[in-house]
């Protein structure tokens, strides 16, 4: 078994990040001792926390890998019109249907192997992944045949390698006045260790647009996200970007910002990436308890978490399903019994899948279970195939 389920602290903890990023930054202002843990290792390996697998970010992955083949086929091929055998010809080449299958079933084993992954599965099947594909084709073609507008025929195709090397500002406004577009370009801004990966830069008629894919549901972060990645584009080419565009299934929105709005998200930073690291530079860093802490994927090793558990009414308790007991004595071969935070004694009953069995358990100075389910009486707690059980019995 990982040691992850059987360590309440970590064995090594994060140091603050080298370079940040978007998701970097996002994290640690939301919670700083989440982003730490979550880098922390639990075993000798030193290997970071893994996140538990999610069919909807595993299927996002998919379906925008085999858009991105769809749309690299499709700019080499000249940008054939839908309906067209070229265009045909490329579909069939790309094979989304076998690429998508043969994904889901390569995911599959990997969630399979993954040491946080008992009890995950992937319910979504290759038609309903080709069905979101060709929806969010269906929005996306028109504005790469835009955007490849002028182009000259001999550009390369689009992706660029995430490069180790920070590109240089001429390197980047060269390649986008000769290719038009850019895709999956790294930039790094020239004083602070930040750096971003850019879905896609593009000319138009009013200037630089950059724009960001999404498969999920819009969310109010994406345009902060926009915002950071124009601030890296403008700071390593000189060139203020004249809008971002979000692109999601259903819709685009589409931001824009002037050279000020930059110039103070820039000076923010100067003084807010010092912060964060010198908050993260003696652990534990401090948590920042919210609403987010009921999704938070290292809330099993989060003291807080638990002290704020333990203080909700019972009625609000019993709407989560998760449990720390302590003083944990088995009762049968299926079944422990436990004190919660108010000493009441807490039967668990573990289901026949349940990825951990009672006999690991007794003697545990605490057992901590996400993803549990209570009765109706709030008596008991049933553990099953989802639900992780973190603790050990002394050795
Ligand atoms: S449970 Fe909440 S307070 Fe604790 S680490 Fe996670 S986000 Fe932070």
Request: a negative charge; glycine letters at 8%.
């Amino acid at each position: 078994m990982h040691p992850l389920y059987t360590r309440l602290t970590p064995l090594t903890w994060a140091a603050p990040p080298e370079t940040w990023s978007y998701t970097t930054l996002r994290k640690v202002k939301q919670c700083p001792l989440a982003w730490q843990l979550g880098r922390s290792s639990f075993g000798d390996d030193g290997a970071p926390l893994p996140e538990r697998p999610a069919e909807a970010t595993v299927t996002g992955k998919l379906v925008h890998d085999v858009l991105d083949a769809l749309s690299r086929g499709l700019v080499a091929a000249g940008l054939p019109a839908r309906g067209t055998p070229g265009f045909a010809a490329v579909v069939r080449e790309v094979n989304p249907s076998a690429r998508l299958a043969a994904g889901l079933v390569r995911s599959a084993a990997r969630v399979a192997a993954h040491p946080r992954g008992y009890g995950v599965r992937l319910y979504a099947t290759a038609p309903e992944l080709y069905a979101r594909v060709a929806s969010l084709l269906q929005q996306h073609y028109p504005r790469l045949i835009a955007q490849h507008a002028g182009a000259p025929p001999d550009a390369a195709p689009p992706r660029q390698a995430p490069s180790a090397e920070p590109t240089g500002a001429l390197d980047l406004l060269g390649l986008l006045h000769h290719q038009h577009v850019l895709s999956e370009i790294e930039v790094r801004h020239p004083t602070f260790a930040l750096r971003g990966i850019l879905d896609s830069v593009y000319r138009s008629a009013e200037g630089t647009v950059i724009a960001d894919y999404k498969t999920g549901n819009p969310y109010d972060d994406h345009v902060h996200q926009l915002l950071l990645y124009a601030l890296l584009w403008y700071r390593t080419t000189g060139d203020v970007p004249a809008a971002g565009e979000i692109v999601y299934y259903s819709h685009t929105r589409r931001i824009t910002w002037t050279r000020d709005d930059l110039d103070e998200l820039d000076a923010d930073l100067e003084l807010e990436l010092p912060a964060y690291a010198a908050l993260l530079a003696h652990p534990p860093a401090t948590a920042r308890p919210g609403e987010h802490c009921g999704r938070c994927q290292t809330r099993a090793w989060c003291p807080v978490y638990w002290e704020e558990l333990a203080r909700c009414p019972p009625e609000a308790r019993l709407e989560r399903g998760d449990l720390e007991i302590v003083a944990v004595q088995l009762r049968d071969e299926e079944v422990i019994v436990g004190a919660d935070p108010d000493g009441c004694a807490i039967v668990v009953v573990f289901g026949a899948d349940a990825g951990r069995r009672p006999a690991e358990l007794v003697g545990a100075e605490r057992v901590r279970i996400l993803g549990g389910r209570w009765s109706e009486d709030g008596e008991s707690f049933a553990v099953g195939a989802r639900a992780e059980v973190f603790g050990a019995a002394p050795r």
